[in-house]
């Protein structure tokens, strides 16, 4: 069922469809995974998912599904979804990565999350949903999230107003997504900062690193990574090893400097009486900078170097 062509949050135009039928969703899917990516934006039950795949110039596709609406195997069409062969992007992956699992439903093929996105180049913003970071990036406000209310798809609700709401904010994705995606791509390095805790990284820290090397779509090939460790004491070597398996895992090249990436400190201001910790750290930032530069020199008369395609070979067969 068509619902008419308004204009969605990243400006273009989106035809708005209620899928019920199974047929129709198989088409969809088919449509789907022949995309560069869609965007996907679901309910934490699951029980109501917007999709929006671009359909040509200005102009998309958004697809509305409903549990209750669905005359098709609901799970069964999750499972395609969230398949590895259709190339998705969304906000706060984690969240609805761990509703699929918890439903039995496996979940691969996650190009891009919004969230972490503006995560890495703001740390410091303290908040990053959906409509803040639309006020932030666009300077404009989305409308209240009805579609979150206990009974907004229900019969107390009212749904054409919350079935706006759910594709407003996926459509905010797709805007995020062409606003924060080619700022990653321009940058040449990442600086990864940790306290230590049991000798390993802070876990929100690594929970985020974990999401952004696997569900991130692009290309870390010759960025320049670095990581810093700071203690009170002991545990610093341990966690600068544990951050660099991130870079090398992903052709990024390491930044070093005149001894391992750590400062020390118990409290706020102490680190700033770590003599060696801010050499080390001088250094490491000159070091750092004349990588990139060198990189840049590199690239523009070089090129990157050639890939290959990856080979997995298991070790149990």
């Known amino acids: 069922m068509k619902m008419g062509t308004p204009m969605m949050a990243h400006g273009s135009k989106a035809t708005v469809e209620t899928v019920t039928a199974a047929q129709r969703a198989q088409e969809l899917l088919q449509l789907w995974r022949s995309a560069e990516s869609v965007r996907v934006l679901a309910l934490p039950d699951l029980s109501v998912l917007a999709v929006e795949c671009e359909t040509g110039e200005n102009g998309s596709l958004m697809a509305h599904l409903h549990f209750e609406r669905y005359?098709?195997?609901?799970?069964?069409?999750?499972?395609?979804l969230f398949a590895a062969d259709i190339r998705k992007v969304s906000h706060n992956v984690k969240d609805l990565m761990r509703a699929l699992l918890e439903n039995g439903i496996n979940c691969d093929g996650f190009v891009?999350?919004?969230?972490i996105a503006a995560y890495l180049l703001d740390a410091t913003a303290g908040s990053y949903d959906l409509a803040r970071l639309f006020v932030s990036y666009f300077n404009g406000e989305l409308p209240k999230p009805v579609h979150l209310e206990d009974d907004a798809f229900s019969l107390l609700g009212d749904t054409a107003v919350a079935e706006a709401a759910l594709c407003s904010y996926c459509s905010a994705?797709?805007?995020?997504?062409?606003?924060?995606?080619?700022?990653?791509?321009e940058a040449d390095g990442l600086v990864v900062a940790s306290p230590v805790y049991y000798?390993?990284?802070n876990a929100t820290l690594t929970a985020v690193l974990d999401r952004l090397f696997y569900s991130s779509g692009f290309s870390k090939t010759m960025k320049v990574g670095a990581s810093v460790a700071v203690a009170r004491r002991g545990g610093c070597s341990a966690t600068f090893d544990q951050l660099n398996k991130y870079f090398t895992i992903s052709g990024m090249p390491i930044?070093?400097?005149?001894?391992?990436?750590?400062?020390?400190?118990?409290?706020p201001g102490q680190a700033a009486e770590d003599a060696e910790g801010l050499q080390t750290m001088r250094t490491l930032a000159r070091n750092m900078a004349f990588l990139m530069r060198s990189i840049a020199l590199g690239k523009a008369q070089y090129g990157l170097p050639e890939k290959e395609k990856p080979q997995f070979t298991n070790f149990i067969r």
Not at 71 to 80: I, K, Y
Request: no cysteine; net charge negative.
């Open 71 to 80: 005359e098709g195997d609901w799970n069964a069409l999750l499972s395609q």
């Open 112 to 115: 891009f999350d919004t969230a």
């Open 173 to 185: 994705i797709s805007a995020l997504e062409e606003e924060l995606a080619p700022k990653l791509q």
């Open 199 to 201: 000798a390993s990284a």
């Open 255 to 267: 930044a070093s400097s005149q001894y391992w990436n750590s400062i020390h400190g118990g409290a």
